[in-house]
């Protein structure tokens, strides 16, 4: 942990907001030859990485219904009933984010809208490793069920046993996903963006990963697949005054800790008291987390920042950009109306973080690394299209036709005059 | 011109509706290091492209509000009050698009929301050539106002005397477009990405341009910075049935065609003298353009397709994905309701795409070369971050705490689990 009091905009903030960042030049060359290896190989290619990175031999890469069935049996009741009432809050969020069509007529005869189209085929990537992200899987497939994507497509890495966790599983049949694949890694990426044999080609790929996953999607998306957005170590910047709970506080920058060892938790306050208080609750709280070890090396990148009042410290959250950013001040609500740059908002003391990860209903895949200052977490836009549609009468086009026979003149492109002076000068029965 | 009658679904589709591509890797290398000069050498950089590329000595690259003032007095009535109905119709119609507020109780106590936040940043490029593109100002500068951008920055290249032409200049000030630089090509996307001593850095860019300036913008898009989508050649699709008019259609097909040699127009109908009556149509048509070279270079990407029925023609449109798309057909609204992939939709024998591209309040930048499967067109939507913001009361808390608790340790996420757990077992009197 750092404490850094009173510093200064401009070469003090920029030092104190550095991402950790890495050199991926070789993780990069060697993606690539994963990705070329795929595309020309396909399911051949998928064997031997399998083999190679997963230590296990696979016959078919996709999960049968009979693996589903006994996964839904493996899992406990009360993590079911959890994931369920989450589902349920999720999909009652982004459900409201299904507009209504809304015709404009912006010329009398000149009727303009725009109308939800679903991205046919979507892939949703799903790390491995000792933890199962179940709740990725709802954030990424409840939009997508909601939006009408035909294809859901998962894919996952397989355990030495060639499985996928049974709660992925059962989350998966839950919310709907159509084809479930035990494939992983850079190679994943490589199969939804091109496709193999048992491996359909997706539109546009979901998910968090490793760098290597990371650097693929980045690689594919150059190439021509659409991709959630760019992606970086999690974080969270937490605005607290002196009336704030330290013990909220230090656990807010705990969970945030956890994710990794390259994870980021900054805490911002015009209390001198508050940062101190913080500071032993941290030290005090970390003693008991299973997790110790990765979260105390994640503390290397925390920040305690000291500023001058409450207004300050929102420029500097928002200079910042995070991912997550709680508010824990008597003002939160109105603070929170100062947010210009950040993921997701969390407001009050009743509002941690891990609430939106989980079950208030909110997306937890969300821009980190600044990209708050240009992106926007997943919703259900991510997984349509919105595509415009028009229809002129004949009036209508009567109306702006000289508009656009001028403009189009004066930019020099007399075709697509003509194609307004051929219409207005037409002498049909049509309307 | 290629006629193809009733090919078959599967490889002899994927033959039509190939896209022209190009090598690109000599060019990414220049364009590599023109970002890089710019980088490092910021304004001197600027300077010496100025001279090479521009022929042109520059002082400064901003454009002053002298020169805005004689732009304004340089630009014929006629056209600044078509650009004026232009931009009633474009503001509009994106006006609309501005969301309001829907606080979703997802839970009792657990309030969840969406609120808009303009990036605050975002740059225009403006390509320059013997056309003014003043239209794809009011395109890109008019959502970005309405949006609430504090920077609107836009660079356009110089002409020989050092000048930006007047009709982008009026335009641009017409829609409070707030820097505009005389930098063009992919120094300019350097420029804008990066910042130099007069270029301030953005967090956006958005616009059209050649080869250099989209692989400059693809180029910064992967080191951080966001753009506006993929670009590729503009295209059309015109679907016509047996009465649809062979005129207008080959008028809108030769409009798609004058964009350049890289322009694709495509053609399908399920009526076989249809076919044969565009065809003549746009022989006849086409002696009569000034820019009669370039279109009849682009007519060879061009295809005439007979099919079936007019569902198998939706059908192959939605598999081409065109950014353009006109239906001509006695059903037109029916077939709408069919479209999954496409930019815009024009609809009926009066809307050609040229309404579109300039005055019926549309937006004219729309994903190209097949992208319409993942990507939308811009809207106001590119120029904000939805942010999700969430309150819980510590009743909320409550309801939904133990589903996050549970769902936290199966996922082996201890801290994140004890944010909550700390927040139910405390005893204050916070709420």
Redesign the interface.
Known sequence: MQTVKYPQKGQEYIEITKRATSNTSEITERVKTILQDVQQNGDAALKSFSEKFDKVQLETFQVSNNEIKEAIALVPE??K???Q??Y??IE??HQ??VPTI?V?E??IG?K?W?QN????NVGIYIPGG??????TVLMLAIPAKIAGCQNIVLCSPPNLEGKIHE?ILYTANLCGVTQIYKVGGAQAVASLAYGTESIPKV??IFGPGNQYVTIAK?LVN?A???IDM?AGPSEVLVIGDKNA?A??IA??L??Q???GTDSQSIFVTDSEDKLKEVEIAILQ?LE????KEI?KKALENARLVLLNNLDECMDFSNFYAPEHLIIQTDNA?EL?QK?????????????????????????HTL?T?????????V?L?SF???????????E??KN?G???E???S???????????T??LN?K?N??
Request: proline share 4%; aromatic share 8%; glycine share 6%.
């Open positions: 009360e993590l009933k959890a994931i009432t989450a349920q809050n009652k969020f409201q984010q809304n404009i912006t010329t000149v303009c725009r189209s679903a991205i046919s000792t933890a199962p992200l179940f709740s709660a539109d546009k980045q150059v021509g697949t659409a760019p709970n013990d909220f656990a807010d705990l969970a800790s956890e994710h709280q008991l987390l299973p997790r979260t609500d929170a947010v210009i740059n950040a993921g997701s908002v969390f407001i009050g003391a009743y509002s941690p973080e891990s609430a939106g990860d989980y079950a208030s209903g909110t997306n821009p690394h600044g990209f708050a200052t240009a992106y926007s977490g919703s836009d349509v299209k919105k595509i415009t549609f028009q229809k002129l009468s004949k209508g086009l702006i000289e508009t656009v001028i403009m189009a004066y930019e020099a492109l007399d075709a697509h005059k003509n194609s307004v051929i219409r037409a049909t049509q309307d």
